[in-house]
């Protein structure tokens, strides 16, 4: 067994919960931190700027740092302070107060820091960054600001990136998609299969966590993850229908279409999510730490989907 004490932050939502459950199986002693009651044993905590975390501290080995204030297409006011008063200043705050013990922090940041879209080139761990909207840029100063805690203590910092993250009970439009597939209803995505999307099962994302944890070599590292298996839409929809033993039905759609109906209707993010390209490069995983994903894209569609 492992002895070790590693501290999760939103071990309740949905990437925390599974982190909390991958460690747990390793053989670690789990402090998990939620913001909201759930009727489960973890400690209560509002994570911001002043939040006192010397209470859930001692003896903490690793942190593994998932709460955040999440991507939403509303920017109203309290949704950009959440960005600023959990994601900024409530990490660096944790971190601040934990470097003086902790030996690693492993902050789960997003690939919206190196951009919105890939053109030709993958996203690679070391690319210069390009936050565009405030989900992305509140990340990217978080992680800055991480980066000099590291400078100026003996904590390690260990940033992960990860794309569109999917898993059982998926969110967001992975789960529109398996809904309306569920009804039965056509969908417009027929023409779509030249683009490019890197995803990621949330079992992957947890044995790349623990993998973090403890390796030497992912001191101080910048970590892009995926299932390492691009997919276009068509390919996802695809995907999605056979896991649930659905018959799909795409519609071959003009894409130039399809982008008229997105700037008409005002929905230009999801003219990017659906049309576009977003690849991440997992060469600097493989070759620094040994990983490569532990299951398959069709294992993770599997698991997520399956009736």
């Excluded at 905590?45 to 509303?74: P, R």
């Excluded at 898993?167 to 030249?194: C, D, Q, W």
Aim: glycine fraction near 6%; charged fraction near 25%.
């Amino acid at each position: 067994m492992n002895s070790k004490k590693v501290l999760i932050t939103g071990s309740t939502g949905f990437i925390g919960s599974h982190v909390v459950h991958g460690f747990v199986e390793l053989g670690f002693e789990v402090i998990g931190i939620s913001r909201t009651e759930n009727h489960s044993p973890h400690v209560i905590k509002n994570i911001c700027g002043d939040t006192d975390w010397s209470d859930v501290l001692e003896d903490v080995d690793i942190i593994v740092h998932c709460a955040a204030a999440v991507h939403k297409m509303d920017l109203s006011e309290s949704v950009l302070q959440d960005y600023q008063q959990l994601n900024v200043e409530g990490t660096l705050n944790l971190a601040d107060q934990a470097k003086a013990t902790v030996k690693r922090f492993i902050f789960l940041s997003t690939v919206k820091v190196n951009g919105e879209e890939t053109f030709g080139e993958k996203f690679c761990a070391d690319s210069i960054p390009n936050p565009v909207d405030p989900y992305a840029i509140s990340k990217a100063r978080a992680e800055t600001g991480l980066r000099e805690i590291a400078k100026s203590s003996k904590m390690e910092i260990v940033i992960i990136r990860p794309p569109l993250a999917y898993g059982p009970n998926p969110k967001g439009n992975l789960e529109k998609l398996a809904k309306n597939l569920v009804r039965r209803m056509p969908l417009p995505f027929g023409s779509i299969t030249y683009n490019s999307r890197s995803l990621l099962y949330v079992g992957n994302l947890v044995d790349f966590i623990c993998v973090c944890a403890e390796h030497k070599a992912a001191k101080n590292e910048t970590f892009l993850i995926s299932d390492d298996s691009d997919l276009s839409t068509a390919s996802i929809i695809s995907l999605i229908g056979k896991s649930l033993d659905i018959r799909t039905i795409l519609l071959p759609v003009p894409v130039f279409i399809l982008k008229l109906l997105f700037k008409i209707l005002g929905k230009e993010e999801y003219r990017t999510r659906l049309l576009g390209n977003l690849c991440v490069d997992v060469t600097k995983n493989k070759e620094l730490l040994d990983w490569k994903p532990k299951f398959s894209i069709q294992e993770g569609f599997h698991h997520s989907f399956k009736k």
